[in-house]
């Protein structure tokens, strides 16, 4: 079974192999390491998303445990929302860090889950499939989602990009989106050591079109972060790296530790049915 369906007619695709294959008889070979690429062929030979750099400081700071008690907070939010046979898409899924924790926690659970990530970045989802972890990984956007509409019982958003429309449509009615987001205090304590003047977070009105808000889950804690490398991974995670000028960027590498809050909310919404 498969919830991915064509980039290119929209049929539903089918696994023979190791490929997907629509009715139309449109082909789309797994990688190596077992991804799909279902992005639009105009735009699949562009560069997208995170680069290697990036994936790579990303996966390393997320691998020592920095972020764990969001992992954590966002695997028990998964969990009571869904049960035996769902259906779970992470939109902007990364190299695969939540991804892979939210399909281990049923995995430990003996809880059968059909488990989906899509990311443009086709680096990313290559880097999560490596993982191993029995999650489907496809490089696609979430602006275009080749996703069979009202799909999925659960959509994770980790620090993604927003669509609405599609993500409304591959949701089924009364589905749960689950979205993380930095609250406003997040890196606060790194920003001020950096910037001159620095400034908190902006955190958005929670009404969003086409959902019903149910409710915020907020995550904050400090972070010891003892070394450089791991202070310059942090960064280069957020948007401040590429927008940062040489002066800050000296005072960053002379950071020798550094303790930091961390500040999370979940956002939990409930897809209202269309009229």
């Not at 695969?96 to 488990?115: H, L, P, R």
């Not at 790194?190 to 400034?199: A, C, F, G, R, V």
Request: aromatic share 12%; net charge neutral.
């Amino acid at each position: 079974m498969s919830i991915f369906i064509c980039p290119v007619c929209g049929g539903k695709l089918e696994i023979s192999g190791k490929s997907y294959i629509c009715q139309n008889r449109h082909t789309f070979d797994m990688a190596k390491s077992g991804y799909v690429n279902l992005l639009p062929t105009n735009n699949s030979g562009s560069v997208h998303g995170d680069n290697k750099f990036m994936l790579r400081a990303r996966r390393e700071f997320l691998e020592k445990g920095f972020y764990k008690p969001l992992c954590d907070g966002v695997c028990k939010m998964v969990s009571k929302y869904c049960g035996e046979n769902a259906v779970i898409l992470d939109a902007g899924c990364g190299e695969g860090y939540y991804t892979t924790a939210v399909k281990a926690s049923f995995d430990k659970s003996n809880i059968a889950v059909e488990m989906y990530g899509i990311d443009i970045s086709k680096d990313a989802v290559d880097m999560a499939s490596k993982r191993k972890s029995g999650v489907n990984f496809a490089a696609a956007s979430v602006f275009h989602i080749p996703v069979l509409s009202e799909s999925c019982d659960i959509l994770l958003t980790m620090f993604a990009p927003y669509c609405c429309e599609e993500y409304g449509r591959v949701l089924k009615n009364g589905g749960i989106m689950i979205m993380a987001i930095p609250s406003e205090n997040h890196l606060w304590e790194l920003k001020s050591k950096i910037y001159d003047t620095p400034y908190k977070n902006e955190v958005k009105d929670y009404q969003l079109e086409g959902f019903e808000f149910s409710g915020v889950e907020k995550i904050s804690y400090t972070m010891n972060i003892p070394e450089n490398s791991d202070i310059l991974s942090l960064f280069s995670m957020t948007p401040y790296y590429y927008k940062t000028g040489k002066i800050e960027k000296e005072r960053l590498n002379e950071l020798k530790n550094l303790e930091t809050q961390a500040d999370f909310e979940l956002l939990i919404y409930k897809k209202l049915a269309k009229d």
